[in-house]
């Protein structure tokens, strides 16, 4: 069964505007963790944020912040003041309760519009 | 402090043939990890050991095996490669709830 979906094939985003990326999750575990990761052409997977599902604030990093609504199983990622650098696939993953197994979402495909 | 890294980047094989793709980090990290990503799908976990001595299976585990004899290295052999083997290989290995990826290895099998 999947346990990540990401919806959105591609977005598009002016730069320095935000843009708010779809994930949403399916787990029956009591604790888990929540993951965004960027992967530019290059190829490199590079992290992003973490949330974890006991946490009560939303995640921020720098221009990134992960909006948690747990009762939805949702867990979105907020680019503030977009660059040109962000444009690239993103990926949402989950972290199962035992800590080991990671899920990964189909990902997304962020262009930055000059 | 190279963190992850990953040899060969690319290669190619024929069915049948097998090979071993190579996994160090220096890190000293626990907890290390296979993936495979292929087109219009995310990762998807192969194997992963919590330490040395200690694998376990992911999501797609058949076709490939692991050892990890220490804490350094992780290497993922392929016995008789497939043409749906074909795909790019990431490892990586964890600190508490970050994972570490290496660049990856592009592996073709005709």
């Known amino acids: 069964a999947q346990k990540i979906t990401q919806t959105q094939p591609g977005m598009f985003v002016q730069e320095k505007e935000a843009v708010t990326l779809d994930c949403t999750y399916d787990t029956s575990d009591p604790s888990y963790g929540l993951f965004w990761y960027k992967q530019p052409s290059s190829g490199e997977m590079i992290f992003l944020i973490y949330?974890?599902?006991?946490?009560?604030q939303n995640a921020t990093e720098g221009r990134y912040s992960l909006n948690f609504q747990k009762a939805r199983k949702s867990a979105n990622l907020v680019i503030s003041a977009s660059q040109l650098g962000d444009s690239a696939m993103y990926f949402c993953?989950?972290?199962?309760?035992?800590?080991?197994?990671?899920?990964f979402g189909t990902g997304t495909s962020l262009t930055v519009i000059p | 402090n190279a963190g992850v890294t990953q040899t060969p980047k690319f290669q190619v094989l024929k069915t049948g043939q097998s090979m071993t793709l190579q996994c160090a980090q220096d890190?000293?990290?626990?907890?290390m990890s296979w993936y495979r990503q292929d087109p219009g799908m995310g990762l998807r976990l192969i194997h992963y050991?919590?330490?040395?001595?200690?694998?376990d299976q992911g999501e797609v585990p058949n076709g490939y095996n692991v050892s990890r004899s220490t804490t350094e290295d992780f290497p993922l052999r392929l016995l008789s490669a497939a043409p749906s083997q074909t795909s790019v290989y990431f490892c990586?290995?964890?600190?508490?709830?970050?994972?570490?990826f290496g660049p990856g290895t592009r592996l073709t099998v005709l």
């Open positions: 949330q974890g599902s006991y946490d009560q």
């Open positions: 890190m000293n990290h626990e907890y």
């Open positions: 050991s919590v330490g040395a001595g200690i694998t």
């Open positions: 990586a290995s964890k600190s508490s709830d970050t994972q570490y």
């Open positions: 993953a989950m972290r199962d309760f035992g800590g080991n197994q990671f899920y």
